[in-house]
């Protein structure tokens, strides 16, 4: 994700782009010169500031110009760039593009990640722009919202006639034509759009390939929805609420745990299915143990035989093959075995370890070669292993961190290369599939281990410097020694 360009590199910003906190914050300056926004019961401290600083705060609750602080040399102007840019990066702001000559707002853009600012690239008249297949607007409560997978902001249309543009997008224009059919004051809408990936350039309106590509070959393997899903169903590339949040506990009440019979004879198995209920198969008696821990033996953690002989039981290669062409023109296509079952044999998933505790092994996160039976490190960052670990713990609602996580990333085009319309459904049942074996494994081994629903697909990017749609996080699973008073559910 880009992070704000240096302030010797800076561009000037569109004298009518302005930034403003929402409605239900509240800047206040306490008596030492300490700026805290205060919203929803909650306080975020913004460091301390001149009391003309303090004072000029207050015009965000209207909107600021950047231009009126981002380019100023002045020592105030200074102090509210840095004001506004952490403002920024705690997700409390939001840009307001007006028109240059009436005062009315054009769009209102909702940042979705903390390192967005607002960019407008230089744009020529010779350009040709059109609009991203990722690109689309829907209807929020009583606005009207430009979103898109790939882009770190919303756009919030407030001018209906930005809705005609958008629609003369969708075929390849100049912006010279554009500025008389859209009847544009200015190029600073076309330059934000292009800059979240809203639109994107290309060399002739009759370019095919770079309308698929979006000058990214691997956006070629995604569907719209798709994408669209694996962005909205994690954490990372929004700004919605996010897991058990009870949204609807006071509008439907709660299904109950076990659907109520259909009417009808009923067939009793109990007197045919054979012997005693407690009299089980071994297989079957490892399925009813298995459980989730949450709270881990940091005494006696986990050692590197005991997850060597995980791996090897329920993640390695067990033997490769070429498949021949069934058909004529049928490809012939490279395939490897391992212990779990997945989705036309594709097994795309890749498994990335976080060690915090581990006997024999460093902290770090590793790389599990699957063929090769190895670990290997990819050199994350330490605050990045930490953030992992503190986002589990807290996914669990455990005591501590726990002493593995392994995230559990896609390679999307192993099969989305093959298969349309279902490629992410398949790899979400492939993830279910490897959960399962993973419980299965900790429990005949004696450890413990917790599935995870949520990830964080901007963090996984920082740590491998891998594109978000190229290969990413799409499960989590703890694996540790449970602590002897751990608690034991699902």
């Not at 994690?234 to 745990?257: D, F, K, M, S």
């Amino acid at each position: 994700m880009r992070t704000p360009a240096p302030r010797s590199k800076r561009q000037a910003a569109p004298a009518n782009l302005s930034a403003r906190v929402g409605d239900h914050i509240i800047l206040e300056a306490e008596l030492d010169g300490r700026i805290v926004a205060r919203f929803g019961g909650h306080s975020v401290g913004l460091g301390a500031f001149s009391p003309e600083a303090a004072r000029l705060a207050q015009d965000l609750h209207k909107g600021l110009p950047l231009a009126s602080f981002t380019s100023a040399r002045r020592n105030v102007a200074r102090e509210i760039d840095l004001l506004v840019r952490r403002l920024a990066r705690c997700g409390l702001l939001e840009y307001r593009l007006g028109h240059a000559r009436k005062r009315e707002e054009q769009v209102v853009i909702e940042p979705q990640v903390p390192e967005y600012w607002p960019r407008t690239p230089r744009l020529r008249a010779s350009d040709v722009l059109v609009l991203s297949r990722f690109a689309y607007t829907r209807r929020r409560g009583n606005d009207m919202v430009l979103e898109s997978p790939l882009a770190p902001a919303l756009f919030r249309i407030c001018n209906p006639r930005i809705a005609g543009l958008l629609a003369l997008l969708s075929t390849p224009r100049q912006v010279n034509a554009l500025r008389r059919q859209a009847g544009l004051s200015g190029d600073e809408l076309l330059a934000l759009l292009l800059d979240c990936r809203m639109l994107f350039k290309i060399e002739t309106a009759g370019d095919d390939a770079a309308r698929r590509s979006e000058g990214d070959d691997n956006l070629v393997l995604w569907d719209f929805h798709d994408l669209l899903f694996h962005a909205r169903s994690t954490e990372g590339r929004h700004a919605n609420p996010l897991g058990g949040v009870y949204p609807y506990a006071g509008t439907i009440p709660a299904l109950p745990a076990v659907r109520p019979c259909w009417p009808g004879n009923k067939i009793e198995l109990s007197s045919v299915s054979g012997g005693d209920s407690r009299d089980i198969s071994p297989f079957a008696a490892l399925l009813r143990n298995r459980h989730s821990t949450r709270d881990f033996d940091d005494a006696r953690p986990i050692t590197l035989a005991e997850l060597a002989r995980f791996l090897d039981g329920a993640a390695r290669v067990l033997s490769r093959w070429k498949s021949g062409p069934a058909a004529a023109g049928d490809p012939v296509v490279d395939y490897a075995v391992r212990p779990y079952p997945s989705a036309g044999a594709s097994h795309e998933l890749e498994l990335y370890l976080a060690i915090h505790r581990c006997d024999g092994l460093e902290r770090g996160v590793y790389h599990y070669d699957a063929d090769g039976h190895a670990l290997v490190s990819i050199g994350a960052a330490l605050h990045d292993l930490e953030a992992l670990l503190t986002g589990a713990q807290l996914s669990m609602g455990a005591s501590a961190a726990p002493q593995i996580v392994i995230l559990i990333a896609a390679r999307f085009g192993r099969i989305s290369w093959k298969y349309s319309s279902i490629a992410y459904a398949l790899i979400l049942k492939n993830v279910g599939v490897l959960l399962q074996t993973f419980y299965l494994m900790a429990t005949d081994m004696g450890l413990g281990g917790c599935a995870i629903g949520s990830v964080n697909v901007d963090l996984f990017a920082r740590m491998t410097g891998i594109e978000l749609h190229v290969e990413g996080p799409v499960g989590q699973f703890v694996i540790g020694r449970g602590a002897p008073s751990s608690f034991a559910d699902d």
